[in-house]
């Protein structure tokens, strides 16, 4: 996957002075430092290139020639993976045919890049973790609490014991029951929500697996977890309901999910079925 431009913009606030004027020039030039070396980027960006080996290690790429392909790819897919469009704020007397426009398009920009930071491998090693657990929880506050509670319901409908807590001092509490053969995940998009992640590193000390769900970078709850996962949204000054974030957590759910449906595949169908028919017995 590419996601060199994309990485950069979720980095930058958490980079060292050295290694943010090095991705400025990268994120404002990207044509032009496909032709450069490594040398003439530290010339050119007024930085150096001990600061852009530092920047490719914080980025998780293997060096500057990787970064180069992934920004090429990004550039060759259109630099934002739609069009060029971007992700766009909603400002104030906006037409409802904008708002519709800007909406839509923020939260097809946030799943696109999504998929630019997802590690595949881990992602693959999160799905084996939940396959053969014995219970999972799942732990976010607010708005992460609605992505735990619809995550609840997707696992429990492939016969999977899968809880969620709202409250944040019975999500500590059932932490503590947990053990080898289970698995916890921890909801946060800043990735320092203090109750999830009490709940996560109380999990991990009972010896359960624990998978984090977070922005892309380093967070304190990613820190905490065997298999972290990452998204990506560039959250604006209008962020009731986060709701560009909240999309790519649903998305990142969905992905765990029907990666664990797909290893059993016809068990999976059959426990569906199921309560596809106990839950239109209760509609008569």
């Known amino acids: 996957m590419n996601g060199g431009l ?9 980079l060292k002075p050295s290694e943010q004027i090095a991705a400025s020039y990268i994120l404002q030039h990207p044509e032009r430092m496909l032709g450069l070396s490594i040398a003439q980027l530290a010339d050119e960006s007024g930085s150096s290139q001990a600061a ?10 293997k060096g500057y020639q990787d970064l180069k392909l992934k920004v090429a790819g990004d550039l060759q897919q259109g630099q934002s993976g739609r069009s060029g469009a971007g ?10 045919e904008n708002i519709i426009e800007c909406v839509s398009g923020n939260n097809v920009q946030s799943i696109l890049d999504t998929v630019k930071v997802l590690d595949a491998a881990v992602v693959a090693q999160a799905i084996a973790a939940l396959d053969k ?14 992505i735990a509670m619809d995550a609840q319901q997707k696992f429990l409908r492939i016969s999977k014991t899968a809880l969620s807590f709202a409250d944040p001092h019975v999500q500590l509490t059932a932490s503590v ?3 080898a053969g289970d698995v916890a995940v921890g909801i946060s998009y800043s990735g320092e ?4 992640i009490a709940a996560l590193r109380s999990a991990r000390e009972q010896g359960a697996e624990t998978i984090s769900i977070t922005k892309y970078g380093n967070t304190t709850l990613s820190t905490y977890a065997d298999y972290p ?3 990506s949204s560039t959250e604006h000054e209008i962020r009731s309901g986060a709701m560009a974030s909240r999309i790519s957590q649903l998305n990142v759910i969905d ?30």
């Open 87 to 96: 992700y766009l704020e909603i400002r104030s007397g906006e037409s409802v």
């Open 177 to 179: 029951s947990l053990g």
């Open 6 to 14: 994309v990485r950069l913009k979720e980095l930058y606030q958490d």
């Open 193 to 196: 929500t203090k109750p999830v």
């Open 229 to 231: 996962l990452f998204i």
């Open 133 to 146: 657990a014995r219970r999972i929880f799942f732990y976010g506050i607010g708005a992460s609490n609605l």
């Open 52 to 61: 852009i080996v530092r920047l490719c290690k914080s980025m998780g790429v």
């Open 255 to 284: 992905i765990l999910y029907l990666g664990v449906a797909s290893r059993d595949y016809d068990q999976s169908v059959q426990h569906l079925e199921r309560s596809r028919r106990a839950i239109k017995e209760t509609e008569h």
